[in-house]
Each structure stands twice: as structure tokens, then as C-alpha cells.
């Protein structure tokens, strides 16, 4: 027998952003009934972000243990996996088990079920044998899933996706890596570094293909100085399972076999079976289309990895806020995403806000650019091993702010905190150059590639550093923002 119920608001996957915005309804006074068909938090909490970022935190220790004893001719560090296995299955995902998040959703007032939500009216939503109707509207917060590559022969094997990958008890001997993106660098320099041999594949002509090419050059000298295989340009067009493990065949004739294979080449939305056609959306598109308040349709709502917008935990919360601001009848200031920040946290890190070079010039601006190497700076020198690194900053020479920056090295995420606020602010260089930075740090690198700290000063001339004077033009012709 159906049951019916009215709440004020549905919310359609309650990942990381569905259920920070439920809870904030919650807390308003709001009867929110949430729909999940996997676990409560999303992909974030349990097979990405987080438990990802304890990987790559123990892959850096063993990183850096080396490198003391490279420099001290100590025996080799001797890796073991166990431990991080453990820490990711009991802090990090409580092996898997959402019932914590669970309870506190239902101890803030709200309804949780597991399974999966069909839309069947401009405010009803149906899932198993109960219907709810939405007095204030509905949200869709569905995310994404893992884009598997229509190659011949790929259904017929046990390749790993991100799920599998980050649940991994114990490693194989040996990783094909379809996808150079973040997911398969990241994974790539920590299986690599707990003794597994990693050949990452990339039908594009290099690594992270989406970030600056300066960034994927520190990249690629990284994974050679890891032992990564890297072939780049090339496609795979049929996998195999031979002999207990997986072979490629690449487009060049090539091929690459491996105990186990990791496909990381994208994630995808999938709106089909929602029945949003009757909540007057088109679900034969990739993404939900939605304004600067996230409005999808009448009293309909979407955030997050359906909308295209940018597949970023940070960027979902960021919108599901101003979800939550408009459903209380407040006045939110719309989404803006040209100051988004990214970061991919190989090692080094590789972090970019804005818009890159390329991006720029399509845009029909007339970029100022300046690149500066991270060894070259006062905290990169003193750093010593390990600082691999660079600095990229594109500046709008008509109006002299930045509108990009690409920050590589030790800490290059938290580097781009001023870039992304100098980016979102529009900060004129001219300001920027005016700032005290703090001596000698990494941030301080900034100060030193916009010339805040004048010229011919550092431990290390930077023969290929470029644009400064560029830069300087800029700022003496008075362009102030």
C-alpha cells in the first residue's frame, strides 16, 4: 500500500552538497525528506576527497623519507600498505557504513531513505511504495559516476574504478592507469610509491591536459623520478585478460599488461530514470541547465555535478548555499565560477584558478603572462629536494588584474588561496605588489613573480623566467582594476 506525505522540501541525493543543504533547511525549521541510493555524504566522504587525500598523505611520507635518506645514504624506506588500508576502512569511510550520517540527518528532523527517487509530477517524487509532495519545491543533487569508455573488451574484464581502488586491502604488483587526469596522477604516484609498477596511459599529447602545459612538464619529471611509465598520444583499442592479468592494446600497436586496471578517464551524469520530464526538465541532455540561483525549473532546483558547471566538491556546497538562501526567501547572491579553484594533490601539487593562458586568449583577452620556476625563489632554493614547482600568472592587460593563476610545488593548494581571492576580487597587480609577504615562505614566491621584491634579488638566478617586464608595463601605464 502507497503512502503519502507533504514535506516543504525533497532533496534527491543526499551526497556531500544535498546533505549540506538539507541540514542548513533543517536548521531553518524546514521538513526536508532526503532520497539516497548509495550512502549518505556521496562519492566525497567515502571513495574520493577524503579518504583519496590520506593515500596520497602517507604516499608523500614515504616520499619524503626517502629523499632524508637519499641525502644521509641510509637503507631504503620499505613501504606497507596495511596501515593506510586500515586508516582509510575505519576513520575515513567506517568501512563503508553511512549510519552515523544517517542519524544525524534524522536528529536534526528529517527524513532519510535509501533508494532511488523517481519523479512523477511538478512537485511529487515517488521512491519504493511512498510519494511525498514538495510545498516549497524539489532539489536534485544526484551527482556523478565513473565514465567507462566504450573499448572493446572492457565489459568482459574486472577493472577497477575509484571504488575499487580506494577500498584496495591489498596492491597488486602491477596498475594500468586509463586517464592522465588528477584521478589517475593521483592514484598513479601513490600505488607507484608503495612499491606497485604504474604505466599511466593518455590519449592526449601529455599529463593533466586540461592545466597549463608548464604544469604538466613538473608533473611528468615527478612520475619519471617515481618510476611511472607515462605514454602519452596514444589510445587504448582493445583490453584482454590473459593469464590473469589485463592487457592493453594501444592504437600505436603497443601493449601494456598489468595485474590489475584502473579506469580514470572522467566522470558522467546520468539523468535518465529520474522522470524529470515531469517536473519540466529535458533529460535527454549531458547536464541539468540552471541559472545564477541554481533554478532548474518551477520550484525545482539542481547543484552539483549535474548541473556542468564544475565537478568540485567546494563548487556543489557553493551552490547548494545559494540553494538553501533562495528556498528560505533570502536574497543570494548568484553563482559566479570564474574564480573557481582546483587542485590536484600529486606531488608536487598542482593548483590553478581562473582562467588558464589558452583560455584567455579564447576569450578575446590580451593576457600578460609571467612564469616563474618555484627552485628559483627564495623558500623553493632553501626548500632544496623535493621543490619542484612553478609559478603562472595571467593578468588582463586592459584592465591590469589577474584573471589566472597556476600554482606547482610543496603546497601549491595552499599557495592559491590569495591567487583565487586576487581572481574572484579582481585585485589590480599594482595592489597586489604593494602587500608585505611573509619571508621566506612559499606564498612569498608570488611576491616574487609579480616583482614585488624588484629585481635581482634571490639566491638563484631564473634564466627562463618570463613576462616581469611585461608586468611592469602594465602597472606603469596606471591600469589599477
Do not use: C
Given at each position: 500500500m502507497t503512502s503519502h506525505r507533504d514535506?516543504?522540501?525533497?532533496?534527491?541525493?543526499?551526497?556531500?552538497?544535498g546533505e549540506d543543504l538539507s541540514l542548513r533547511l533543517l536548521r531553518a525549521g524546514l521538513e526536508v525528506v532526503g532520497i539516497e541510493a548509495s550512502l549518505v555524504g556521496g562519492e566525497c566522504p567515502y571513495w574520493a576527497c577524503i579518504p583519496s587525500?590520506?593515500?596520497?598523505?602517507?604516499?608523500?611520507?614515504?616520499?619524503?623519507?626517502?629523499?632524508?635518506?637519499?641525502?644521509?645514504?641510509?637503507?631504503?624506506?620499505?613501504?606497507?600498505?596495511?596501515p593506510v588500508a586500515e586508516r582509510v576502512t575505519t576513520e575515513a569511510t567506517g568501512g563503508w557504513d553511512d549510519s552515523i550520517a544517517v542519524e544525524r540527518f534524522e536528529d536534526h528532523g528529517g527524513t532519510l531513505i535509501h533508494g532511488r527517487a523517481t519523479v512523477t509530477g511538478p512537485d511529487t517524487v515517488?521512491?519504493?511504495?511512498?510519494?511525498?509532495?514538495?510545498?516549497?519545491?524539489?532539489?536534485?543533487?544526484?551527482?556523478?559516476?565513473?565514465?567507462?569508455?566504450?573499448?572493446?573488451?572492457?565489459?568482459?574484464?574486472?577493472?577497477w574504478?575509484?571504488?575499487?581502488a580506494i577500498a584496495s586491502?591489498?596492491?597488486?604488483g602491477s596498475l594500468a592507469i586509463l586517464g592522465g587526469g588528477s584521478v589517475g596522477c593521483e592514484l598513479g604516484q601513490v600505488f607507484s610509491r608503495f612499491g606497485v609498477k604504474v604505466t599511466i596511459i593518455e590519449g592526449r599529447d601529455r599529463l593533466l591536459p586540461l592545466e597549463e602545459p608548464e604544469a604538466s612538464a613538473v608533473v611528468a619529471a615527478a612520475f619519471q623520478d617515481d618510476g611511472i611509465e607515462v605514454l602519452t598520444g596514444v589510445m587504448a583499442e582493445r583490453v584482454d585478460e590473459r593469464d590473469g592479468s589485463m592487457v592493453v592494446r594501444l592504437g600505436d600497436g603497443g601493449e601494456v599488461t598489468?595485474?590489475?586496471?584502473?579506469?580514470?578517464?572522467?566522470?558522467?551524469?546520468?539523468?535518465?530514470?529520474?522522470g524529470l520530464a515531469a517536473a519540466g526538465i529535458d533529460d535527454s541532455t549531458a547536464f541539468i541547465e540552471v541559472d545564477d540561483r541554481m533554478r532548474a525549473a518551477e520550484r525545482v532546483w539542481a547543484i552539483g555535478d549535474v548541473t556542468g558547471k564544475a565537478m568540485f566538491t567546494h563548487v556543489a556546497l557553493h551552490q547548494g548555499a545559494i540553494v538553501a538562501a533562495d528556498l528560505l526567501?533570502?536574497?543570494p547572491a548568484p553563482a559566479r565560477y570564474d574564480a573557481v579553484p582546483r587542485v590536484t594533490f600529486t606531488d608536487p601539487e598542482v593548483a590553478a584558478v581562473g582562467k588558464s593562458e589558452a583560455e584567455a586568449r579564447a576569450a578575446g583577452l590580451d593576457p600578460v603572462v609571467a612564469v616563474k620556476?618555484?627552485?628559483?625563489?627564495?623558500?623553493?632554493?632553501?626548500?632544496?629536494?623535493?621543490?619542484?614547482?612553478?609559478?603562472?600568472?595571467?593578468?588582463?592587460?586592459?584592465?591590469?588584474?589577474?584573471?589566472?593563476?597556476?600554482?606547482?610545488?610543496?603546497?601549491?593548494?595552499?599557495?592559491?588561496?590569495?591567487?583565487?581571492?586576487?581572481?574572484?576580487?579582481?585585485?589590480p597587480l599594482a595592489e597586489l605588489r604593494t602587500m608585505i609577504y611573509a619571508f621566506p615562505t612559499f606564498h612569498g614566491a608570488i611576491g616574487e613573480a609579480i616583482g614585488a621584491y624588484g629585481r635581482g634579488l634571490g639566491p638563484v638566478l631564473d634564466p627562463d623566467y618570463h613576462g616581469i617586464d611585461a608586468f611592469d608595463e602594465m602597472v606603469a601605464a596606471g591600469r589599477t582594476g
Open positions: 514535506v516543504d522540501v525533497i532533496v534527491i541525493g543526499v551526497g556531500t552538497s587525500k590520506i593515500m596520497v598523505r602517507s604516499s608523500n611520507l614515504l616520499k619524503e623519507a626517502r629523499r632524508v635518506n637519499g641525502a644521509s645514504g641510509r637503507t631504503e624506506v620499505t613501504p606497507d600498505w596495511a515517488a521512491v519504493g511504495d511512498e510519494t511525498f509532495t514538495a510545498r516549497r519545491g524539489i532539489v536534485v543533487a544526484t551527482g556523478s559516476k565513473p565514465s567507462i569508455p566504450p573499448i572493446p573488451g572492457l565489459a568482459d574484464v574486472a577493472y574504478t575509484t571504488h575499487e586491502q591489498e596492491l597488486p598489468a595485474e590489475r586496471l584502473l579506469i580514470a578517464t572522467g566522470r558522467k551524469v546520468e539523468l535518465s530514470g529520474l526567501g533570502e536574497d620556476q618555484l627552485p628559483a625563489t627564495f623558500r623553493g632554493w632553501l626548500h632544496g629536494t623535493g621543490n619542484d614547482g612553478v609559478i603562472k600568472l595571467i593578468a588582463d592587460r586592459a584592465t591590469g588584474s589577474l584573471v589566472g593563476a597556476t600554482s606547482v610545488g610543496p603546497n601549491g593548494g595552499e599557495m592559491l588561496g590569495m591567487l583565487t581571492l586576487a581572481v574572484h576580487a579582481a585585485v
